[in-house]
């Protein structure tokens, strides 16, 4: 069968048609596909991008409460070495002041004040310091006894005696303040 012009152009018509929908329709469908498949892309670096954020503040918030405890920890450690070195202080007095006493009157005995103040002070060392260097300052406390100024004593003896233990007893106490090994 032979078409007319007619016939035929009602044929390439209608799949023209076809191919210009078809056409047409498979450039939205890419377009939409390309829009739908960015907007997924976007979608999910938000996401990420969100879930980074609460990384960051729950790092952020980890990170400050770690510096306020070594803050604590450090002004601790400060407010320590600070009564610490008070009683270091407080030691040395009277220590100094019973050996200047003694070497000026060899029959010297501390009076109850003094004997007050060297226990305020033994109390505080007590209180600072470890074991270890309060035993080496109460070495101190046996040496002060009743017969230090008696005649039967040998008062440069026992003030050299004094001396070296005050010096032993001044270093250990100075040592855990300075000593990084020591806990504070």
């Avoid at 829009?35 to 969100?50: I, P, S």
Wanted: glycine share 6%; with cysteine.
């Amino acid at each position: 069968m032979i078409m007319t012009g007619l016939e035929l152009f009602d044929v390439l018509g209608r799949y023209a048609g076809v191919g210009v929908t078809t056409l047409v329709a498979s450039g939205i469908g890419s377009y939409v596909g390309a829009y739908l498949r960015k907007k997924g892309e976007n979608l999910a670096t938000h996401e990420d991008v969100n879930k980074l954020q609460q990384q960051v503040a729950a790092v952020t918030t980890v990170t400050k409460k770690i510096e306020a405890t070594i803050a604590d920890t450090i002004w601790r450690r400060e407010r320590k070495a600070e009564f610490q070195l008070k009683a270091i202080e407080q030691v040395t007095a009277l220590t100094s002041d019973f050996l200047q006493r003694s070497i000026d009157n060899p029959k010297y005995r501390p009076d109850l004040d003094w004997f007050i103040s060297f226990g305020s002070v033994d109390a505080a060392v007590r209180a600072l310091f470890d074991e270890d260097a309060y035993k080496s300052f109460k070495s101190l406390e046996v040496l002060i006894g009743a017969d230090f100024g008696s005649e039967s004593s040998h008062s440069i003896a026992r003030v050299w005696e004094f001396t070296e233990k005050r010096d032993s007893a001044l270093k250990a106490l100075y040592g855990r303040i300075f000593d990084e090994k020591s806990s504070c």
